[in-house]
Nanobody, 129 residues
């Protein structure tokens, strides 16, 4: 049974950067799509980005496009979210989640939030001066 653990959150000033990590255990992450989601206080959990079988198969929601980069290191069984030019509205608990790919060519953006069946516990990101 796969387990996911996020790390790397913290307090950062506007314009700053953070790198979140999503470390998988119990199963190899090679054949899973991994998504990053976030939930701000009083708001629903929303998608941020996802990655398919390779680092060329990625998707970003509009609010983070051009600022965030998702990548995977299968040798370390870890997926990363590099966040640059952070804004106060990026403040949220960030979660990673995984779903087994139907095939290595499946585009991760085709999966909805409710289809992801393995979730981490979340890591807090606070952007404030």
């Amino acid at each position: 049974q796969m387990q996911l653990v996020e790390s790397g959150g913290g307090l950062v000033q506007p314009g700053g950067s953070l790198r979140l990590s999503c470390a998988a255990s119990g199963s190899t992450v090679d054949y899973y799509a991994v998504g990053w989601f976030r939930q701000a206080p009083g708001k629903e959990r929303e998608g941020v980005s996802c990655i398919g079988n390779s680092n060329t198969s990625t998707f970003y929601e509009e609010p983070v496009k051009g600022r965030f980069t998702i990548s995977r290191d299968n040798a370390k069984n870890t997926v990363y979210l590099h966040m640059n030019s952070l804004k106060p509205e990026d403040t949220a608990v960030y979660y990673c989640a995984a779903i087994m790919l139907e095939s290595v060519l499946t585009y991760c953006a085709g999966y909805t939030k409710n289809q992801y069946d393995v979730w981490g516990q979340g890591t807090q990101v606070t952007v404030s001066s």
